[in-house]
T-cell receptor, first 111, second 114 residues
Framework: DQQVKQNSPSLSVQEGRISILNCDYTNSMFDYFLWYKKYPAEGPTFLISISSIKDKNEDGRFTVFLNKSAKHLSLHIVPSQPGDSAVYFCAARGSNYKLTFGKGTLLTVNP | NAGVMQNPRHLVRRRGQEARLRCSPMKGHSHVYWYRQLPEEGLKFMVYLQKENIIDESGMPKERFSAEFPKEGPSILRIQQVVRGDSAAYFC????????????FGSGTQLSVL
């Protein structure tokens, strides 16, 4: 049973445009949500997080939105750059500080 | 300040052999997490350790898998009598505090079982 779902395996956008990556979850006990970015042959790198008591968190070009009633969060990247091309994982924190990850979305930003 | 170091990067084992994966956390980090990524899957939690203590091993298979984080030295994930289904990327992450919010991941060990 997948508690964190990223339904789009891949996304392709033009440089300078907005990238929107989506994530759905089922467990209402998750209290923190995170996005990690992963390049090939490297480990995931923390990008941005949001507490379950907030609905928006912004850090430079990256903004995460949380809709608790819909159990949905999204990551917006504006403007997208070719260096943003990577796999993006959505993760949620549950009991004992364990993170549950989605399967990831491969973002390709075309020059 | 070096990041999380994992070695080896690649490990090839035949069925029935043992695999030992090592992880040195970032300096000052006393919380270590192991995650496994199967092909086309997300990362799956395996175990959470602090120095000399296993805090949560609910993601570890009950048999053949063990983990430790001794007072001195790296954390070790040990897989005995490996099978083909153990082939995966194993990632270690560390954190200075127990919140588990921002984890620092190593580059992973790719285990291939022949």
């Amino acid at each position: 049973d997948q508690q964190v779902k990223q339904n789009s395996p891949s996304l392709s956008v033009q440089e300078g445009r907005i990238s929107i990556l989506n994530c759905d979850y089922t467990n209402s006990m998750f209290d923190y949500f995170l996005w990690y970015k992963k390049y090939p042959a490297e480990g995931p790198t923390f990008l941005i997080s949001i507490s379950s008591i907030k609905d928006k968190n912004e850090d430079g070009r990256f903004t995460v939105f949380l809709n608790k009633s819909a159990k949905h969060l999204s990551l917006h990247i504006v403007p997208s750059q070719p260096g943003d091309s990577a796999v993006y994982f959505c993760a949620a924190r549950g009991s004992n500080y364990k993170l549950t990850f989605g399967k990831g979305t491969l973002l390709t930003v075309n020059p | 300040n070096a990041g999380v170091m994992q070695n080896p990067r690649h490990l090839v084992r035949r069925r029935g052999q043992e695999a030992r994966l090592r992880c040195s956390p970032m300096k000052g980090h006393s919380h270590v997490y192991w995650y496994r990524q199967l092909p086309e899957e997300g990362l799956k939690f395996m175990v959470y350790l602090q120095k000399e203590n296993i805090i949560d091993e609910s993601g570890m298979p009950k048999e053949r898998f063990s983990a430790e984080f001794p007072k001195e030295g790296p954390s070790i994930l040990r897989i005995q009598q490996v099978v083909r289904g153990d082939s995966a990327a194993y990632f270690c992450a560390s954190s200075p505090v127990a919140t588990g919010v921002e984890l620092f991941f190593g580059s992973g060990t790719q285990l291939s079982v022949l």
